[in-house]
């Protein structure tokens, strides 16, 4: 999985009152131009090729090949490619909720003000974020093993025998640990700065009129933080659909339980990298891009929707 | 997508607020001593797994297999774990770390930069094409960056780009995230008028920029910039598909081609390195999450979004 990263989508307040001074100019592009020039070249460029690609076969004979749509109709028929779809949207359906659900109680929990040590709290379970998902997936990796691991030792301490966490019925459940460990604290920390920055004179107001911890929280925190709680599912919602790094980094611990195209993400890597299927490989990313950004934009909608 | 707050109950509690009570401040709470006790039952879920980590990265290859998980083995090869890890295969792992370093450098560092221009820029100017690139960046981010990533190998790949630093390198310098962090920030900190003052004493844009907004910014930009260098330092997924040859590998490439040598035949098996090098990998991170504390978390605040 991609690293996530932190709220992006809420627009910031409208550039400072145009009132005053209404000269628009060209000065803004000699700051902004080095970013757009980037972004041109790593965002844009790429997709506008993709596209290019996906529209291309490569055949042994004749070459390089314009074959129309062909490649998308191969995908949707394309058991592999849907069988990953399906698994990373389990994962999203199962993984998502506990993982955001975590972060906000542990966010009301920093912010209600009634824990002893809170500082310490909200840095230490921040702190898997520093961890690469590499060095994340390796010691929760040998952690899962029955061999050096800790399920080992349980088992031989306590003469049980707990699941294979590497076996196929178990290895999803395993890798949304791991994504889990990694981005409670991050999920935390943006909810938790969403909380601080809610006006005190509405709690006051809201004391005065004898509202209780709980209907403080349920008409009070949650709908004020309800911008960051949609950003970050959208986030996390990309961050389900692009599961790459866990399961690759698993891999070699848990060779029949993951295959290379395990997730959609890796199946583009593998038709890629070891395919050399180009164009297919370029097809399939744009189909999962798109339905990627149909989610996300309906949980937007949906979110975003007064009492919805 | 602005996080108004909207608060409807206690409507009428407002306009009593002009006397404001002070009898029992919301702000001091008692505490409560099971929601402590929950909180630190996932403490111990974050902790455990850099525990074992700590402790693993004491036992030798032999004291791996046959100790518990959780305590340490009989010998204590910390020491040698480390001397090991830097000097298996000629060093490769000391070269892995200037190489991540690199990239932090350039990578991280040029992406806060342009960050930094660019949130300024739409914070405090007026110029035509500003609606569309805050469309066109918030649109991208959508777009899942491994759906990018083939057409990005085989652009760079014409380009004669891949298997250098530079294929690593260009893809990090653009942090859409930074670029909305700034444009919030220089909106909150740098006062017009204080830019109208600076040019009406006949200061260059660019000195203006330097002089007076460059130092109002800066909390903004170690936050940025701490971001922007775990992204570059914990990436994985670039370097993958962009370098072929270990010796421009990041820490993270390197530790999972050592954790993966012990599955090919004939590989040599090293965990207790690829232990002590993952331990080696983050404390960098975290340490400069813990002592910058103070600043990104302000940083960050800021840059969240407000009434």
Known sequence: MTTLQPPVAAEPRPAPPPAKRDRRSWTGWGFIGPFVAVFALVFLAPILYSIYLSLFRDQLIGGNQFVGLDNYTRAFQDDAFWAAVGRVALFLVVQVPIMLGIALLVALALDSGRLYGKSFFRITIFLPYAVPAVVATLMWGFMYGTKYGLVGDINSAFGVQLPDLLSPDWVLASIGNIVTWEFVGYNMLIFYSALRVIPTSLYEAAEIDGAGQWRVISSIKLPAIRGAIVIATIFSIIGSFQLFNEPSILRPLALNSITTDYTPNFYTYSLSFNGQQHNYSATVAIIMGVITMIVAYAVQLRGMRKGA | ?307
């Open chain 2, 1 to 307: 997508m602005s996080t108004s707050v909207t608060a409807s109950p206690a409507k009428n509690g407002a306009a009593r607020l002009r006397t404001p009570r002070k009898a029992h401040s919301p702000g001091k709470p008692r505490r409560n001593v099971l929601l402590t006790v929950l909180m630190a039952l996932m403490v111990l879920y974050t902790v455990v797994p850099l525990i074992w980590l700590v402790i693993n990265a004491t036992k030798t290859q032999s004291g791996l297999a046959d100790s518990n998980g959780l305590w340490f083995a009989h010998d204590f090869a910390l020491w040698d774990n480390i001397r090991d890890t830097f000097t298996y295969h000629d060093g490769i792992f000391g070269r892995w770390l200037l190489n991540t370093l690199l990239y932090v450098v350039l990578g991280a560092g040029g992406a806060t930069l342009l960050a930094v221009l660019g949130g300024y820029a739409l914070a405090k100017f007026q110029f035509p094409g500003k609606r569309a690139i805050f469309a066109l960046v918030i649109g991208a981010v959508a777009v899942p960056g491994t759906a990018l990533a083939v057409p990005t190998f085989l652009m760079f790949s014409k380009m004669g780009l891949t298997d250098t630093p530079w294929a690593v390198i260009i893809p990090s310098l653009v942090s859409p995230f930074g670029l909305y962090l700034m444009w919030v920030f220089a909106a909150e900190a740098i006062p017009t008028e204080l830019l109208e003052a600076a040019r009406m004493d006949g200061a260059s844009e660019v000195r203006t920029f330097f002089q007076v907004a460059l130092p109002l910014l800066a909390p903004g930009i170690v936050t940025v910039l701490l971001f922007t260098t775990v992204a570059t330092w914990n990436n994985y997924f670039l370097p993958l598909i962009m370098l072929k040859d270990p010796d421009w590998y990041p820490l993270t490439l390197g530790l999972s081609a050592w954790s993966s040598q012990a599955q090919t035949i004939g590989g040599d098996v090293i965990f207790n390195l690829v232990i002590t090098g993952s331990l080696l990998t983050i404390l960098p991170l975290i340490a400069a999450f813990l002592f910058l504390q103070k600043y990104w978390q302000s940083g960050l605040a800021a840059g969240s979004v407000k009434e």
